[in-house]
């Protein structure tokens, strides 16, 4: 049996789209599965890597994820899991952003260490559609969750970015957002990630809210 082609998405201007985003909510749950379907990291992870501690993660159990996080997206609880970027209504972008310590990878992490005792949000990752790429989509979700953490009270955000010269990396690399884009943002460079297995270096950066 031969296998589907995958096609796909056709480009879109952003210059020319309305843009919305929005909290991640039960009634979008096709529209965000609609865009980590296109592939690569995110159809295995569904968003759930940072969510898991590191011993019980998997990439393997794709569909343990994807129900794992369609649970926590049911629960339809405030602060939402993230938010979902739409150009003219089609998902094209995620940002995920909550509370520290609602990452269990990250409150039993040694090499992303907690800082201080300030109860900051953390962004952990990014998503963007092939189809949107390379036209400042991730500053654009990355100001929307610092006002979404802001607006819940957050006192400082965090961000776990790779640091590049020359920002081209692969997106399975750099989901976690480049340093520069967090710069512009206003955010500081607090605390080198010393990892074995790290490819490319990484650092924590804060920014008061």
Request: one cysteine or more; hydrophobic letters at 40%; proline letters at 8%.
């Amino acid at each position: 049996m031969a296998r589907p082609v995958r096609t796909k998405p056709a480009p879109i201007d952003l210059a020319a789209s309305s843009i919305e985003i929005l909290p991640l909510t039960p009634d979008r749950w096709q529209d965000v599965t609609a865009l980590f379907d296109e592939g690569g990291d995110p159809k295995s992870c569904s968003c759930m890597f940072w969510r898991v501690r590191s011993k019980d993660w998997t990439f393997a159990n794709a569909t343990e994820a994807r129900k794992g996080f369609h649970a926590l997206v049911e629960a339809d609880r405030d602060p939402a899991p993230g938010l979902l970027a739409y150009a003219d209504g089609r998902p094209v972008g995620w940002v995920s952003v909550a509370p520290r310590e609602d990452y269990e990878r990250l409150t039993n992490s040694r090499v992303r260490p907690k800082i201080d005792d300030s109860p900051v949000w953390s962004i952990v990752c990014f998503v963007v559609s092939r189809s949107a790429r390379g036209q400042g989509l991730t500053t654009r979700l990355l100001d929307a969750a610092m006002d979404y953490a802001i607006e819940r009270g957050a006192p400082a955000l965090e961000a776990y970015p790779v640091a590049v010269a020359d920002g081209r990396i692969p997106a399975a690399v750099g989901y976690t957002g480049l340093l520069p884009t967090f710069l512009a943002a206003g955010f500081e460079v607090v605390h080198e990630i010393d990892s074995p297995q790290a490819t490319v270096r990484r650092v924590i950066v804060r920014r008061d809210a």
